[in-house]
């Protein structure tokens, strides 16, 4: 079995962040999103993986090659992103002699039986109830409960169950002829070729397909999510720091995950932060936030908030005099 995981996007719903890191490095609880999909498919016995990168490509490429060099890595570029079946189509010579394959989108982490996920004798989708599903690949069903249909982005969705971006592949070569179907004959949804209509295809032609419903599903694709799902994860054993060092005249509230060789003076951290490597706190009180490697955060409140590598911000202070009757809302 090989892995596929497309890592193209350009990351446009966290920007300016994704404008220099690429979206799968941005960290979560201490741990690019990435490396939670690779070590999730190591544990179940994958070796071989390909993947498609494209922009800032070659950032997530040393990043994996430097990190899991015990594997068996294949690299393809996308150069025009027009959607992920193309993406995975480019990659075609790479698993077409596969029994089966995985496909996990790069910027999405999952909780889910992924052994059962393996084991299941059918073509699978991940799926999730959703209370919108208009961006995302809906799965649609017949009157008696059977798969009827795959929508990509619904204007009007006949169902809330949602694909949330892992997939397994048992007729590999039907696969790679839908997407050339599709690519052959221009068969687009919303300006694209994505991997929904692919599985669609499939469907058309008579694959059987079924779906494992996952437990939970953190799409980092936007601000509130990346940090609620880095809350998340430093309430789980064995990602916030338990016994960090003493820093001076600074309070450190739990959970916190704090990178190597950071110097925090006079500061209060926490909780739920996550601080890079190498970061550099003064005078400063952060909380539910992620920072980034390299960073210098000085004389600030900051909150709810996400910084990239080797940003520096500080100054943010106030001197007032303020009259009776007066309301102030600096958030305003």
């Not at 959607?83 to 496909?103: F, K, V």
């Not at 996990?104 to 299941?120: E, N, P, T, V, Y």
Request: hydrophobic share 40%; glycine share 8%.
């Amino acid at each position: 079995m090989k892995a596929i995981i497309p890592v193209a996007g350009t990351g446009v719903r966290l920007r300016p962040l994704t404008y220099t890191q690429p979206k799968p490095l941005i960290p979560v609880a201490g741990k690019p999103i990435i490396s939670f999909i690779v070590e999730q498919l190591i544990e179940l016995g994958i070796e071989d993986f390909i993947f498609i990168i494209g922009y800032l490509g070659e950032k997530i490429r040393e990043y994996i090659e430097r990190t899991y060099p015990q594997l068996n890595l294949t690299f393809v570029t996308q150069e025009e992103r027009i959607g992920s079946a193309h993406a995975i189509w480019l990659a075609r010579e790479h698993y077409a002699d596969a029994e089966e394959i995985m496909i996990f989108f790069g910027d999405a982490i999952i909780d889910a039986d992924l052994q059962a996920f393996k084991d299941s004798k059918l073509t699978t989708i991940g799926v999730k109830m959703v209370d919108d599903p208009r961006n995302f690949g809906v799965i649609e069903f017949d009157a008696d409960g059977n798969i009827r249909g795959l929508i990509e982005k619904p204007t009007i969705p006949r169902s809330n169950l949602a694909m949330v971006g892992c997939y397994k592949i048992r007729e590999v070569k039907q696969f790679i002829q839908a997407c050339t179907h599709n690519l052959e004959h221009n068969i687009q949804s919303i300006g694209e070729y994505p991997l929904t209509d692919a599985l669609a295809r499939m469907l058309e032609w008579g694959t059987k397909l079924s779906l494992i419903k996952v437990d939970n599903w953190f799409d980092c694709g936007r601000r509130d999510v990346l940090l609620e799902t880095n809350a998340i994860f430093l309430d789980r054993p064995g990602f916030a720091t338990d016994d960090p060092p003493p820093y001076d005249n600074s309070i450190i509230i739990h959970p916190v995950h704090i990178g190597p060789d950071c110097d925090i003076s006079n500061s209060i951290v926490g909780p739920y932060v996550t601080l890079g490597a190498n970061t550099r706190l003064e005078h400063a009180i952060v909380a539910d936030s992620i920072i980034g490697d390299y960073a210098r955060i000085h004389d600030i409140v900051l909150r709810n908030s996400v910084v990239g590598n080797d940003a520096s911000i500080g100054g943010l202070q106030q001197s007032l005099n303020i009259g009776d009757n007066t309301e102030i809302d600096f958030n305003g």
